[in-house]
């Protein structure tokens, strides 16, 4: 975008524009930082629930590990008695 500059009031009105302009962005990227920042804050606090869940399932499943080997342990012993 090329700008010819022929008077003062020309000027003035151009720099009141890049200034406008130069707000407009810094509100944007305040905007932007603000959800990201928010985002970010979510995403923490889900990561921190699967890890939570991550463990809560691998302590189950150690239990119902347990529990199979535990009833299938006479049936094992059976089925090495009888070979």
Do not use: P
């Not at 890049?18 to 407009?24: E, K, P, R």
Request: proline share 0%.
């Amino acid at each position: 975008m090329k700008w010819i500059v022929t008077d003062i009031k020309c000027t003035n009105h151009m720099a009141f524009a890049t200034d406008l302009d130069y707000h407009q962005v810094l509100d944007k990227f305040a905007s932007t930082s603000k959800r990201l920042s928010s985002e970010t804050h979510r995403l923490n606090n889900d990561l921190k629930h699967i890890e939570r869940d991550e463990d809560l399932v691998s302590d189950e499943q150690k239990e119902l590990e347990d529990q199979i080997s535990e009833g299938t342990k006479e049936f094992e012993e059976k089925c090495v008695e009888a070979r």
